[in-house]
């Protein structure tokens, strides 16, 4: 059964830097589209970035310049490097593994984490 498990948020203060990471089982890692969401308190869940089997990449214009995803298919794991964090960054950050065209889109995506909290403080 797949599993994918993120870790490395926590608090930091504006113009601060965290990098996440999701570790995946139980699937055929580089076979997949692996991407990023967030849902901020109040609000509904929404894309952040997304990179293909190609390492081809996609991120929502609030985080273009800011935010980096990766992955390394050996280790079967995927990677965002946010910098230049804002108080707007705060929310939950979710992982998620699927094979849709439609990356910007939850529907795209069959596997999702538990997700890892990120607060950014003015």
């Known amino acids: 059964q797949a599993q994918l498990v993120e870790s490395g948020g926590g608090l930091v203060q504006a113009g601060g830097s965290l990098r996440l990471s999701c570790a995946a089982s139980?699937?055929?890692?580089?076979?997949?589209?692996m991407g990023w969401f967030r849902q901020a308190p109040g609000k509904d869940r929404t894309f952040v970035a997304s990179?293909?089997?190609?390492?081809?990449?996609y991120y929502t214009d609030s985080v273009k310049g800011r935010f980096t995803i990766s992955r390394d298919n050996a280790k079967n794991m995927v990677y965002l490097q946010m910098n230049s964090l804002k108080p707007e960054d705060t929310a939950v950050y979710y992982c998620a593994a699927g094979k849709g065209l439609e990356f910007n889109t939850e529907g795209a995506y069959e596997y999702w984490g538990q997700g890892t909290q990120v607060t950014v403080s003015s």
């Open positions: 990179i293909r089997w190609t390492h081809r990449t």
């Open positions: 139980g699937l055929t890692f580089s076979s997949y589209a």
